[in-house]
């Protein structure tokens, strides 16, 4: 399969007046085409910090990287300027946000705020733009997409305005998708109902996605590679059926040990 994605020997520190902090330390990672990497691990172990990086998204300074690459087929984006790195986002890269009240206007309507994306991208004509607008929201599953286009983002549920982001995030058709803990604030039905839109728009496009998240019952049900993170560093990684049958690290043992399990069976 094509690589789209190839981080080598990444390290990202934080720089300030008193400290460095090293939070990522010489990380490999490959996301292939139409295939799922899920990057797990506890708050605080660098996952999102290496999602921030891929589109260059941590504040610089404090981030540093004083080692190693992220090349998007081919290129290497810790060198690009910021021009042609800005033509890479949102555009061949995409990113879902866990948030998404945090990541909307609330002062916009949802369809200004996903036409302004191909508007800085100048993605075709005005009434192109919003017929590829709408086209997105419906292939992000809103009902009634012209009306929630009307709409603001605190007239929307949870679930919708996460559907908001992942259209947003597709309205371009991007290349790979990195999706940052994109389920956590959802409940189970609306989570199942994310994660299996995530694998129609994969199939339909052939998209790779790189899958920030804690939930080892999300990496079970989509992804097809997991890479475990502790501390800063990759522990594990493998085909999931593989690292979740027969884990190596004791790190990784523990986090499937402590996944809650269900047991159907007589009370003591």
């Known amino acids: ?17 008193h400290a460095e902090v090293a939070a ?18 506890e708050s605080g172990s660098g996952k999102s910090s290496i999602a921030l990086s891929i589109l260059r998204l941590n504040p610089e300074p404090p981030a540093t990287y004083p080692q190693g690459q992220i090349a998007f087929e081919g290129t290497d984006l810790l060198q690009l300027r910021p021009k042609p790195l800005r033509a890479v986002r949102g555009r061949d890269i995409s990113m879902v946000f866990q948030d998404p009240m945090a990541t909307l206007n609330p002062m916009r309507t949802v369809g200004s705020q996903l036409m302004e994306v191909l508007s800085i991208h100048r993605t075709g004509a005005t009434s192109n733009r919003r017929a590829r607008m709408l086209e997105a929201l419906e292939q992000a599953r809103i009902p009634d997409p012209a009306l929630r ?3 603001y983002p605190h007239q929307l549920s949870g679930g919708l305005r996460q559907r908001v982001m992942l259209a947003m995030a597709l309205m371009s058709r991007p290349r790979l998708l990195v999706a940052d803990e994109p389920t ?12 299996d839109l995530f694998r129609t728009v994969q199939e339909e496009t052939g998209m790779g996605i790189l899958l920030i998240t804690h939930d080892l019952g999300v990496v079970a049900s989509i992804a097809d590679h997991v890479a475990v993170m502790h501390d800063g560093s990759l522990v594990e990684q493998g085909d999931v059926l593989q690292v979740f049958e027969a884990p190596q690290a004791e790190y990784t043992r523990g986090l499937l040990e402590a996944t809650p399990r269900l047991v159907i069976g007589e009370s003591a």
């Open 1 to 17: 399969m094509t690589s789209l994605l190839e981080i080598s020997d990444l390290h990202i520190s934080f720089v300030s007046r």
């Open 149 to 151: 286009a009307a709409q």
């Open 24 to 41: 990522v330390r010489g990380v490999d990672l490959r996301v292939e085409e139409g295939r799922t990497v899920a990057l797990v691990g």
């Open 184 to 195: 956590t604030a959802l409940d189970v039905t609306t989570q199942a109902e994310i994660l």
